[in-house]
């Protein structure tokens, strides 16, 4: 759990050096729609993960406080959690295979 809060940290760190790269070799958002797609894309990605970290951080709290048992009514916070990170998961790896679709045809 508190690997997965450290690559949320470098995911989002890394996001913003993505974009600051691009925007210095004058991927501007103005001047293309591949431009546009991809800050759009990636943006809300980033704000979706900037959302679920807290229900990460509390989670992993919890985690650490031995708050999760055998019982099923124990784990929701734990199991939604999950459920929304993996969803999560899955849309980057169908973005990623679009922005370099889109990449490649061109």
Excluded at 17 to 30: E, G, H, Q, T, V
Aim: charged share 10%; with cysteine.
């Amino acid at each position: 759990m508190l690997l997965c809060c450290a690559l949320v940290v470098v995911f989002l760190a890394s996001q913003l050096l993505a974009w600051r790269d691009l925007s210095s070799r004058a991927l501007i958002f103005d001047e293309s729609l591949y431009a546009w797609t991809f800050y759009l894309l990636t943006g809300l990605h980033a704000v979706h993960v900037l959302a679920g970290l807290p229900s990460l951080v509390l989670t992993t709290r919890s985690a650490c406080r031995g708050r999760y048992g055998r019982s099923r009514v124990s784990r929701g916070g734990l199991t939604w959690c999950g459920m929304y990170w993996h969803s999560l998961d899955a849309i980057w790896v169908v973005l990623f295979l679009v922005l370099l679709w889109g990449t490649r045809s061109n």
